[in-house]
């Protein structure tokens, strides 16, 4: 069997999701998307009921479960509807509305965030104390500035924003507080400690394979207090109740994650992985930092994401010329999807599990490239 693709082009795929899949898993899922290990069907066409992909939907669990180290008290699901059908499904089932009750605290690095709540959850009124506590860059508060209401139904927090590269690099203190996170851009990039969380999710088309599948976590204890208002399909209790099968799942999503789980463990697993981000990020970072003002961070260095790195030309505002220019002839080189956040600009490189230590080796000698053969224009009165 040839390669999947063009074996005369050099291509890596930077983008920040949907991102790189292992090389191996596209081979696998190629070699069996007309017959699914001799059963004659394709995973696409199998149905969500049958033995097949019951074992499918279980190894899948079982691996992410050994990868993470998910204690037995929390359930494992695969949903549908993202990052952003978890911003409405968790307060659906943690958020208290009662009389004399408070409803939430809230980690908002995004101020989308912060409006699909009001939007989604709340259309006639908006309550008082659902409060972002951090939405300014380029650094995180120290955490003896939080101000936690202990009686909050949860804090929310982005454990690696993607837009502007923040990354908390340990885990906030609640107090018992249920601890909520979405882990969309590093989970399985580094150990974590599951118990310290109530609710975990993570869309699996940054990390841990393709657009479609969500992963969530959820204690044990946080089950069965879910509105009366909310949908049967974000009610964690329903969910968890049928295994991830209350409506059809997507099938072939799950498939695919569970290869990527599979492809993990045999690279390592965690610690291999949490070893690569470092080494990868570290070789991008060091890039920047001895440019002398070249290529320019605006990111305190103590909550730089090693997942998701932006960066600019010339200063903090970046030099459109010189970015349009870098850009173009990365893109020509086989280095995609460089472009930053459509809302920020600039260039941001996205170096999830699948880019290997290799590639991103390859990005940082272009980077250095590109510097020595255009530094000159950064003085260029045309610039």
Known sequence: ???????????????????????????????????????????????HRSADFSKILNTAEQNLRELLEVPDNYKVMFLQGGGTGQFSAVPFNLMKLKPGESNAAVFVFVLRALNLYMINLFPLHAPSNLTPLCSDFPAIPEPSTWNLNPEASYVYYCANE?????????????????????????????????????????????????AGVTVVIVREDLLGHAMDLCPSIFNYQVQASNNSLYNTPPTYSVYIMGLVFNWIKGQGGVASMDRNSSVKSSAIYTVVEESEGFYCCPLDAACRSRTNLPFRIGSVEGNDALEKKFLEEATKAGYLQLKGHRSVGGIRVSLYNAVSVEEANLLAGFMRNFMAENRHLLDSPTQ
């Open 162 to 210: 993607t837009v502007h590269g923040v990354e908390f690099k340990t885990i906030p203190e609640t107090n018992g507080v249920p601890l909520v996170c979405d882990m969309s851009s590093n989970i399985l990039t580094r150990p974590i400690d599951v118990s310290k969380f109530g609710v975990i999710f993570a869309g699996a088309q940054k990390n841990i394979g393709c």
């Open 1 to 47: 069997m040839g390669d999947l693709r063009d074996e005369k082009k050099f291509v890596i795929n930077f983008s920040a999701g949907p991102a790189k899949l292992p090389e191996t898993v596209l081979r696998q899922a190629q070699k069996e998307m007309v017959d699914y290990q001799d059963t004659g069907v394709s995973v696409m066409e199998m149905s």
